[in-house]
């Protein structure tokens, strides 16, 4: 780094705003919420979900609650145009929820959005261009007229456009991208042309989007900007002010927080923050906050787990152990202190009071999860590592959940039997915990065969030792177990698995498969774990692990055979 940065940089000048009324406003009511995790949040991956994993992160999206969720940049691709017509044509957006598409303010992309868009019954056409002086000096090379003949010329046509489309709503949004480092009073003036030439009225908003598309100040200038616009803007019963933080200073939840208080009344971002370089704001974090202060966002985050997972499947980007809310480790005290503090907080916690267990800002139930106060063995204590020792002596190699989970375990034991733990007794205990887990339902064999939808199974099983034949189909080896385990009255959802190899076989021979899966059965959330020669093998026993271990309940032999 140079000595003298202020030789290369230059501080983001004050807005001029002397009667602020930002700083003491209260956020009272959640915003309206746009998803961009299929578009924004979609372009800055390694991989960009194909359609599968776009309809999954879509209709989660809807479960969640978001009434608006930008789908695509059609335009762009005929990968995205593709998805935009089957959403429409399957009919899968609900009647609640509107989609938006984006597309820049091109005549010819234009028309190929409102293409994409045919059909639907309520759409947000989003437009934008950039509007800094970097951008119309550097990139562009046009003046400000040009680049506001050029809105108009986009607005004009979306508008002639949608005429042509009166089966659907078309509700017009405008970003002046890079809005941050725009002057003031030049964005207010092209946004103003904007909600002019559109017709905006209170019945028929525009949606006037104010991004930090890159995060150039702190957070209270992003507020200033804002509320200078909430109070300045033409027509503003008729505009619904709009946000996309990005958090390129890390300070995109807390620009968010502030500008809602300076007359906000959408937030756009997604979950867990993903988006270009630092992401756009993360909406589970904005969204939780908001909820410890006693206020309802109006989305549904009680099982941030299953949302966790779906994202990360769907990104292939893993959530950080430490994120707020839904990382694996916030509920989880190292500290004797902290977990004493914790402890003696939930001994005192009255079932209807108002929360108030230290270190925890939120009750883990809320979102779906539990309190773990897990001292866990590592390299460095002197008692080996549990997850390092499993991994060098035997080859298994544990999902992070798995870990945190077993770690307990090993705590528990090394707490009731006062003694150090070697590898050889860690092996054991695992052993013990997640493959000898064989009580009330243990399983014998099973014969697949391939159906015309799938895969069909018959296993035999013994339940409280009574030897019994149970029959499944799914669309393979897993689903078809699952299903088959209905006949004993087990109801069980798989919400996740993962396997891997263990390099050999415990007694030299050839390698063994690992499988872990995690299971919800009967209320309860567990992890099973199966080893064998063959990986369809290991994933079976590994389902029988996770649902003896929620401690299943099910029907007699007797009265499966009746039936």
């Known amino acids: 780094m140079q000595a003298q940065p202020a030789q290369k940089y230059q501080a983001f000048p004050p807005v001029q705003l002397t009667d602020r009324q930002w700083p ?72 609640d929820v509107t989609i938006e598409v984006l597309t820049q303010a091109r005549e010819h992309l234009i028309r190929r959005t409102m293409e994409a868009v045919r059909g639907a019954r309520r759409v947000i056409v989003h437009i934008y261009n950039a509007t800094s002086p970097t951008f119309r000096e550097v990139v562009f090379g046009m003046s400000k007229e040009q680049v506001k003949a050029m809105v108009v ?62 995060e150039v100040a702190t957070p209270n200038v992003y507020a200033d900007q804002i509320e200078w ?60 906050n908001m909820y410890t202060q006693g206020i309802h966002p109006g989305l549904d985050f009680s099982d941030i787990n299953a949302i966790g997972r779906t994202v990360e499947a769907c990104t292939q980007i893993d959530i950080h152990p430490r994120h707020p809310y839904a990382g694996d480790l916030v509920f989880t005290a ?38 773990d106060s897990i001292i866990r063995v590592n390299s ?26 077993f770690s307990g375990v090993v705590q528990q034991y090394t707490d009731s039997h006062g003694s150090e733990m070697s590898a050889a007794d860690i092996w054991q205990l695992f052993q013990q915990t997640y493959m000898e887990a064989t009580t009330p339902v243990r399983y014998r064999e099973y014969h697949l065969q391939e159906g015309g939808t799938g895969q069909s199974i018959r296993m035999h099983v013994d339940v409280d030792g009574m030897s ?47 499988a872990f899966v995690e299971v919800v059965c009967q209320g309860s959330v567990c992890y099973g774990v199966g080893l064998d020669s063959n990986i369809v093998t290991a994933s079976i026993k590994a389902v029988f692990s996770g649902i003896n271990r929620c401690g299943v309940v099910c029907v007699s032999p007797a009265a499966v055979a009746e039936a």
């Open 24 to 95: 003491n406003a209260v956020i009272s009511q959640p915003p309206i919420w746009m998803s961009t995790d299929l578009r924004d949040g979609n372009q800055s991956l390694f991989e960009p979900m194909d359609a599968d994993k776009k309809m999954r992160m879509f209709k989660m999206l809807c479960q969640i609650g978001f009434k608006e969720i930008e789908v695509a940049f059609p335009s762009a691709s005929q990968t995205d145009f593709n998805f935009v017509r089957t959403l429409i044509e399957a009919q899968h957006i609900p009647e």
């Open 153 to 214: 010329e986009a607005v004009t046509l979306v508008k002639q456009l949608a005429a042509d489309m009166p089966e659907t709503e078309v509700v017009l949004q405008y970003s002046p991208e890079t809005f941050t480092a725009t002057e003031l009073t030049f964005a207010k003036e092209i946004c103003d042309r904007v909600t002019e030439v559109w017709g905006a009225t209170p019945a028929r908003k525009v949606i006037i989007n104010c991004p930090a598309t890159v």
């Open 229 to 288: 616009m909430h109070r300045h803007l033409a027509r503003r019963d008729s505009v619904i002010l709009s946000l996309h933080p990005h958090n390129d200073r890390g300070t995109a939840v807390a620009a968010t927080e502030l500008a809602m208080m300076a007359g906000a009344d959408r937030v756009e971002g997604c979950l867990f923050g993903h988006g270009e370089r630092t992401g756009n704001v993360d909406l589970v974090t904005v969204a939780l």
């Open 334 to 371: 190292f500290s004797g202190s902290h977990q004493d503090a914790i402890k003696k907080g939930f001994a005192a916690q009255a079932s209807e009071g108002t929360w108030n267990v230290p270190y925890l800002p939120i009750d883990p139930r809320d979102l779906g999860r539990s309190y």
């Open 380 to 405: 460095q204590s002197g008692k080996g590592g549990v997850a390092y020792l499993l991994e060098s002596q035997y080859g298994i190699v544990m999902p992070r959940r798995l870990q945190v989970e």
């Open 468 to 514: 019994t034949l149970l029959k499944g189909e799914g669309n393979g080896p897993i689903d078809a177990a699952v299903h088959a385990l209905q006949g004993l009255g087990i109801e069980v959802q798989v919400r996740s698995f993962e396997e891997r190899s263990t390099g050999a076989s415990h007694s030299g021979g050839e390698a063994l498969a690992c």
